[in-house]
């Protein structure tokens, strides 16, 4: 920002001592205004332009405050244009891939915390009792990739040592409450 204004200054500067050579009366604001203008809109004023914004320091320079852009987002997506807009990035893979990763874990944090509120899990609730729902499930649980899936569960659940144990000490416990109960009817 010091950089254009710096640039913007030693134009005005320039022009004025040029307007004291000759024997005119200095330009008004409005004149030194006009030719500021008609400076940046030549190839040699938009390519210092550009080359300025190029510039990473510049770059940090520039400080936004976050009320500009709230408006600016706001006058942005509520405008018509500016809902077509945004269609056509949602619609594009890439933007959509990239907004994603970007409120991934924000996305995450709010659905935790509205599973957490009780209003928020009886309308799922409701949602998951509804006979349209349930008959999906129904049909899903029907599907050979389900069944498959199922299949595999429960044989990765059967391999760890932990299902093995508890199902070792439930047949021990088993056995040992009908041995129990053999010697208790001899």
Request: net charge negative.
């Amino acid at each position: 920002m010091a950089k254009i204004l710096s640039f913007l200054m030693c134009a005005v500067m320039l022009f004025n001592l040029a307007g004291c050579g000759s024997q005119q009366s200095q330009p008004s604001y409005e004149e030194n205004k006009k030719m500021v203008l008609d400076l940046l809109k030549t190839d040699d004023g938009k390519k210092a332009m550009r080359d300025l914004l190029k510039d990473n320091e510049f770059r940090q320079a520039i400080v936004l405050d976050e009320p500009t852009i709230h408006k600016t987002i706001v006058q942005t997506l509520t405008t018509e244009q500016g809902q077509k807009l945004w269609r056509q990035l949602m619609n594009d893979p890439d933007f959509s891939e990239q907004l994603a990763k970007t409120m991934e874990s924000d996305n995450e944090r709010l659905l935790k915390r509205m599973m957490k509120d009780p209003g928020y899990q009886g309308m799922m609730m409701d949602i998951l009792k509804t006979p349209e729902m349930q008959q999906q499930y129904l049909d899903l649980m029907k599907t050979k990739p389900f069944r498959q899936q199922l299949d595999k569960s429960i044989g990765e659940l059967m391999a760890t040592p932990l299902f093995k144990k508890q199902l070792a000490d439930a047949i021990v416990e088993t056995l040992k409450k009908e041995q129990e109960k053999s010697v208790d009817d001899s």
